[in-house]
């Protein structure tokens, strides 16, 4: 039997509400430069998508999409760039592949 993984509690910021639309649409037209993107800005595309509560939530094939194209390029990314990515994942209840560990272990000593 699974557990369910709980979700950490959601910040609300005033101006949320009236535009989670408008950054849900932001984050869906950042799909189509996702491949061009430095690896900062991919994590901080990242911590947009969980922090920012857009409407609707990244899908999960987006997410995706994106941890495809973060995977690459964590070599390149400084200590605090591999902290926002991790947290980021673990907001938005996401898990990367098992193919990530051995890198994330091999950058961090």
């Known amino acids: 039997q699974q557990q369910q993984q709980q ?3 959601q910040l609300e910021l005033p101006w949320q509400k009236r535009h989670a639309a408008r950054l849900g649409a932001l984050l869906r037209a ?11 800005h991919l994590a901080n595309t990242a911590w947009a998508a969980a922090v920012l509560q ?5 899908s999960p094939p987006w997410i995706q999409q994106l941890l495809h194209y973060l995977r690459p ?3 390149h990314l400084p200590p605090k760039g591999l902290a926002t990515v991790s947290w980021a994942c673990a907001r938005m209840g996401c898990r990367p592949s098992m193919e990530w560990m051995p890198v994330l272990a091999c950058i961090s000593t």
């Open 30 to 40: 950042c799909e189509e430069v996702l491949p061009q993107m430095e690896p900062q």
């Open 7 to 9: 979700q950490p509690p």
């Open 54 to 58: 857009p409407a609707p939530a990244p």
């Open 73 to 75: 390029e964590l070599y």
